[in-house]
Nanobody, 117 residues
Framework: QVQLVESGGGLVQAGGSLTLSCAAS????????MGWFRQAPGKEREFVAS????????YFADSVKDRFTISRDNAKNTVWLQMNNLKPEDTAVYYC??????????WGQGTQVTVSS
């Protein structure tokens, strides 16, 4: 069982920045592919960014490319989402996601990000 705990959400003005953190349990965190998804009110959950187990490969949704960065530290069992130049349309609950080497998937409880115009 993998537990994911997000933190770092909050209220920020448009153009501002936030960094989300996701702390993971488990002794094999270094083998997990990690990612972030978000869900705005009345909308489907959507992919935001992901990072491979070794940090060598990152992927971003077109809507956040060039504004968001994803990184990880396997020694700390933590993944971060650095969000710059935030826009009101980035307002959503952000969820941390893990996929283990066996294909199991886990979700965090989510953290609210609100961007005011």
């Amino acid at each position: 069982q993998v537990q994911l705990v997000e933190s770092g959400g909050g209220l920020v003005q448009a153009g501002g920045s936030l960094t989300l953190s996701c702390a993971a349990s488990g002794q094999t965190f270094s083998s997990y592919a990690m990612g972030w998804f978000r869900q705005a009110p009345g909308k489907e959950r959507e992919f935001v960014a992901s990072i491979s187990w070794d940090g060598a490969n990152t992927y971003f949704a077109d809507s956040v490319k060039d504004r968001f960065t994803i990184s990880r530290d396997n020694a700390k069992n933590t993944v971060w989402l650095q969000m710059n130049n935030l826009k009101p349309e980035d307002t959503a609950v952000y969820y941390c996601h893990a996929r283990t080497s066996s294909g199991s998937e886990y979700w965090g409880q989510g953290t609210q990000v609100t961007v005011s115009s």
